[in-house]
């Protein structure tokens, strides 16, 4: 008997002191901290809440990128205000609070585009305090390599935030610009990244249009030999032997002079021949022309005939293809395998001097001035059409080198149309600009390293791209 009494002493014991414990438990838990009131201001610069509290509470802070969101965690912190605030801002769409568990207060600040913050607490009478803040400016700027600082520039912007990223080059610390094949070649697409890596790139930016099947649009030379040609003029940039840039329109001509005297246009280097015309293909293209059957093609190797074959020829490295179609095959068609065949191609005096050359287009500035050539260059609304993700190319008084990308197409970055890109090159101090591809297409490299945000979301395949790289790798 004596036992049990003993027992059930024990037993109540430990359910009482599981008790005290519980209740010691709940008293500590226990909120004491009461939300009695938020009120909300709103001007053009920001969005304020401020929260009434009985006494100053502790927080944490989490940012969430999809969905835009502004978390503030309060333990020990109930609400007794209205749970819900809808706001008709451009940036910011309400508040919400929920008790996320016992004894934490959850606010939620739900957001329209990218914002910057400040969240502090003020006595008598107590109050936090959250700021949304809508006009800002945030810039950093750090040193790649002696030579080369990168910018990181987001700013609010009158239609909503803009990122921009600045490459600022000085070639006299021993670096140079030059443009990259796509897997060293033009047939096939490849990411900037492996692009950049190959290249032995400081950094990287992407270059100029392209086809699904790599070939470029516009002009691309590449260690003195053309890779591909402009149909009209349009904006490149030239990059001569001695490192000196400029920025001006250039056009193609090409031909090729026959026995007996007569002559031939080339009209096109590096692309798929179509009907009636006769295009040229040499090492920089593809391993074959991969051209059909329906034409002609001469392969021209130190100037003399070697082989004669109907399409898809292989193309020597030391040579050229000539392949033709239609009315364009009839000058070609006396020639024999040994016959001389003389090519001529010249993109003017001045860019024939160039080592390296990128066309792209429009220009942006010229001579310090805003200069848009949009229309003079016959460009579509897919490259003219509102704000996008850009790509630039700048020249500065000073020598520098500016290379640009401005991200578009997602909340944290609207873009730029091309007259807000000529302006932001010309406040950047480029006395000479142009735009390269942009879109999906538009992204910047830095030391192994993808520093923008591309709108695909992921990088793109492109054609080609700018690369920085010490003088002696380029030489």
């Given amino acids: 008997m004596l036992k049990q009494w003993k027992q059930r002493l024990s037993l109540f014991l430990v359910i009482t002191a599981v008790l005290v414990f519980s209740i010691q438990s709940m008293v500590q838990a226990a909120p004491n901290i009461v939300v009695n009131n938020i009120r909300v201001s709103q001007t053009a610069e920001a969005v304020r809440f401020v929260f009434d509290v009985t006494d100053l509470p502790q927080y944490k802070v989490m940012t969430l990128e999809n969905p835009l969101r502004l978390v503030i965690d309060m333990p020990g912190t109930v609400n007794k205000a209205a749970a819900q605030y809808n706001l008709n801002d451009p940036t910011v769409k309400g508040l919400r609070l929920a008790q996320f568990e016992p004894g934490k207060l959850r606010a939620v600040v739900d957001l329209k585009t990218v914002y910057m913050y400040k969240i502090f607490t003020l006595p008598n009478p107590n109050r936090l305090v959250v700021d949304i803040i809508k006009d800002y400016e945030h810039k950093l700027v750090d040193e790649v390599v002696p030579g080369i600082t990168y910018t990181s520039w987001l700013r609010h912007a009158a239609n909503g935030p803009v990122w921009a990223h600045i490459l600022d080059i ?135 005939v070697t082989a004669i074959n109907t399409g898809n020829s292989p193309i020597p490295p030391d040579g050229v293809v000539l392949s033709a179609h239609g009315t364009a095959a009839r000058p070609l068609a ?122 695909d979301k992921r990088e793109r395949r492109v054609g080609n791209a700018l690369v920085i790289i010490p003088s002696r790798v380029a030489n």
């Fill in 170 to 304: 000085d070639p006299k610390t021993g670096f140079a610009v030059k443009p990259v094949l796509s897997n060293g070649m033009i047939q096939g697409l490849e990411p900037l990244l492996p692009m950049a890596q190959r290249s032995r790139a400081i950094a990287a930016v992407n270059g100029s249009y392209f086809g699904l099947d790599g070939s470029i649009i516009g002009l691309l030379k590449i260690d003195g030999e053309i890779a591909s040609t402009p149909e009209l003029p349009r904006t490149a940039l030239g990059i001569l032997p001695t490192g000196d840039l400029f920025i001006d329109q250039v056009s193609y001509e090409g031909k090729i002079e026959l026995p007996g005297g007569k002559t031939a246009a080339i009209q096109a280097v590096n692309r798929e021949r179509g009907e009636n015309e006769l295009v040229l293909y040499n090492g920089l293209y593809a391993p074959a022309t991969g051209c059909n059957q329906h034409g002609m093609e001469y392969i021209i190797v130190n100037g003399k």
């Fill in 334 to 455: 006396g020639l024999k395998v040994g016959d001389t065949v003389t090519v001529r191609q010249t993109l003017g005096s001045e860019w024939d001097k160039t080592q390296h050359a990128l066309g792209a287009g429009p220009m942006l500035i010229k001579n310090n001035s805003v200069f848009l050539t949009t229309k003079m260059e016959e460009f579509g609304p897919d490259v003219a059409g509102g704000r996008a993700p850009r790509t630039a190319i700048g020249l500065k008084d000073d020598g520098h080198i500016l290379a640009v990308v401005v991200d578009g197409r997602q909340d944290s970055s609207i873009g730029m149309s091309l007259l807000e890109l000529a302006l932001f090159m010309q406040e950047l101090g480029a006395r000479d600009a142009m735009n390269l591809d942009g879109g999906g297409s538009s992204e910047m490299v830095i030391q192994g390293k993808i520093v923008n945000k591309p709108s």
